[in-house]
């Protein structure tokens, strides 16, 4: 799914609750034996089976973390006591497993996540508006939701695009119009004339008449 959540960073204050909340919920979801779900898909191979398992630390484990190869299926998994440099937080997971961060001041919080790479997408969870902006406006992402996750990208006349190392550019409607296309720039001079200061020897004269015309230029972009 695009720009589905790949770890979730919580208040330590309210970090057991949201476990609990999510366990509940996979039941809801999945059953109790998420195996025999009709809707819980499974690794598109076992590349990818041995690559989302190695990610997953038994000792880390709080819900779920058992897999079967011969099915390709990996049970929905939470991994609590992450720390950044874990190897689940070292790639994007792409698969059932959901890495849960703690925090303990939200500055603090910020200034971390602006000094790791750009994400596709911010998902911010909270009845504070104020926060909300607060986040959105510091931390520099492709784009972002505040109480819910990937409904932005559904909207095929909003651009969508990442940000650094999340991707360059942004798609749909006319947005991906100008992604994907080229404007090439072409200037055609006449032969009958020539800039003559271009040529060595340079005066200061030639100079003098190359910042005029660009300054001429920039005034004019600039107005």
């Not at 058992?66 to 070292?90: F, R």
């Amino acid at each position: 799914m695009p720009a589905s959540p790949d770890h979730v960073y919580v208040h330590e204050d309210i970090k057991d609750a949201l476990v609990g909340e999510i366990r509940k919920n996979i039941v809801s979801i999945y059953g109790k034996d998420p195996r025999q779900s009709p809707v819980l898909p499974r690794m598109i191979n076992e590349k990818h089976f041995d690559r989302v398992i190695s990610l997953i630390n038994p000792e880390k484990v709080v819900i779920g973390g058992q897999g079967d190869k011969s099915d390709l299926y990996i049970e929905p998994t939470v991994l609590d006591q992450v720390t950044p440099i874990d190897h689940v937080m070292q790639e994007e997971v792409f698969g059932p497993v959901m890495p849960i961060l703690t925090y303990r001041n939200l500055d603090q919080l910020i200034e971390t996540l602006k000094s790791q790479p750009s994400p596709l997408v911010l998902y911010i969870f909270t009845r504070n508006v104020r926060k909300a902006k607060k986040i959105m406006k510091e931390v520099p992402s492709g784009g972002g939701m505040i109480n819910d996750v990937v409904l932005h990208f559904i909207n095929m006349n909003s651009p969508f695009g990442g940000l650094g190392e999340s991707g360059m550019g942004s798609y749909h409607g006319k947005a991906g119009f100008d992604t994907f296309s080229h404007y090439k720039t072409v200037l055609t001079k006449p032969t009958w004339f020539d800039v003559f200061f271009k040529y060595p020897p340079y005066r200061k004269f030639y100079l003098r008449i190359m910042r005029s015309v660009l300054g001429r230029s920039l005034r004019n972009f600039w107005h």
